[in-house]
């Protein structure tokens, strides 16, 4: 039996994760802007606006290690795909 679309998209989601941080399974401020320049450049904008990216990066490092583990990608992809709703679903509101 073949995976789902959400599952399918669960995997891609710690694929694109893993691909950037490695083994470390941590990215630094300069892997996530490449993250978001590579895999989110149609919803975050990050390429020459480097305050943008500090305020984003203070606001994912909970724990002021400087490295966004997969708990705070998460919190990340789960902003995104929230204001992606609220922007795209328009027509289905009542």
Do not use: P
């Amino acid at each position: 039996m073949s995976m789902s679309e959400l599952e399918s998209a669960m995997i891609a989601i710690i694929h694109v994760f893993h691909k950037y941080s490695g083994y470390k399974c941590k990215l630094k401020k300069a892997e996530l802007k490449d993250l978001i320049n590579n895999e989110m450049s149609h919803f975050i904008i990050v390429r020459h606006s480097l305050s943008t990216l500090d305020e984003l990066f203070a606001d994912l490092d909970q724990n002021g290690d400087l490295e966004i583990d997969f708990q705070d990608f998460i919190a990340l992809i789960a902003m995104m795909t929230s204001t992606c709703h609220d922007l795209f679903s328009t027509d289905h509101r009542h």
